[in-house]
């Protein structure tokens, strides 16, 4: 009997362990992004970590794995050598140790610098590439590739190099016949994510195209500086139409003031808010503080 109970203990243990691998693994994200489940709402860290290590840091996205985030997002620029590195400015000046721009800089100079901390000192981590970046989030967390449009090619090279290509987002504001130009030479296609930025006076013009069509993009990016009723209502039509809602907690004018500042003194009036606009999906600036009040709500794993 002892040795029965002893088995059964390991079966439950592994079983268990199986499980937890399962839940933490991009398996389980994309079973959830593609369901019709309402409930879990995705977080989205905004170039990693990084009021802990260096924005889009290596350092900083393997944080937001470990904390359990389902998205990181990240930036990516060009070299004058044609590789795809990890950074928000078109310019090394802020966020490196470098000068000028990243354009002009070969990878071999590039990775001599080192990136810069939020408050502008050096720390010890070098700038990665996108190579890098997607190997380390290989089957552990969705990647969504901001100012990647423009190097869909050059990306695509990586995903297959990588293996990647099913758990990565990528997002622009063209309208629909640019994005298909684009994504129609490929049979393997990224998740695609149409911005809808009502700060720009093609927002409506951009959104009626992509609603009209028989594409069903994952989610549309929704960003506002002042809720009106134009908004509301885009807001309420993509959700109708089967794909998620995108909003950001970044800052105010990408959300109307409901940004992650002000979560932190109350959070249910702030998250809440998004979640009550139909937002399933939440780009953040504070992934931790987010995942743990969404943890409170039963939202999140």
């Keep these: 009997m002892k ?25 389980f994200i994309l079973d959830k992004l593609h369901s019709q489940d309402r409930e879990y709402v995705f977080v989205a860290s905004h170039r990693g970590d990084w009021r802990n290590f260096p924005e889009n840091s290596a350092k900083a996205v393997q944080s937001v794995i470990d904390m359990g985030a389902d998205i990181v997002e990240i930036d990516i620029m060009l070299t004058r050598d044609s590789i795809l590195v990890l950074s928000h400015d078109r310019t090394l000046d802020r966020a490196t140790t470098g000068r000028g721009p990243v354009a ?47 190097h869909y090619d050059l990306v695509m090279e990586i995903l297959a190099k990588t293996g990647t290509a099913d758990q990565i987002i990528i997002k622009s504001h063209k309208p629909l016949d640019q994005v298909r130009a684009v994504t129609d030479r490929y049979s393997e296609k990224m998740l695609y994510m149409p911005v809808i930025d009502f700060r720009r006076n093609d927002a409506a013009e951009v959104l009626e195209q992509f609603l009209a069509s028989d594409e069903v993009p994952v989610a549309y990016e929704v960003v506002w500086a002042v809720m009106t009723p134009e908004v509301k209502q885009a807001l309420h039509r993509i959700a109708e139409s089967g794909s998620r809602v995108w909003t950001n907690s970044l800052w105010d004018e990408l959300c109307g003031g409901l940004e992650d500042d002000s979560a932190l003194e109350d959070p249910d009036a702030v998250y809440g808010a998004h979640l009550a606009l139909g937002a399933t999906m939440i780009q953040t600036d504070r992934p931790g503080f987010m995942l743990d009040w969404l943890r409170t709500k039963g939202r999140h794993k």
């Design 104 to 150: 002009d800089i070969t990878y071999d100079s590039l990775s001599n610098l080192r990136l810069r901390l939020g408050h502008g000192h050096p720390s010890r981590y070098p700038v990665p590439t996108l190579e890098e970046i997607l190997f380390l989030c290989k089957d552990r967390i969705l990647v969504n590739i901001d100012k990647g449009f423009e």
């Design 3 to 27: 040795r029965i109970l002893f088995i059964a203990t390991l079966l439950l243990l592994a079983s268990c362990g199986r499980q937890e691998e399962f839940c933490n693994s991009t398996a």
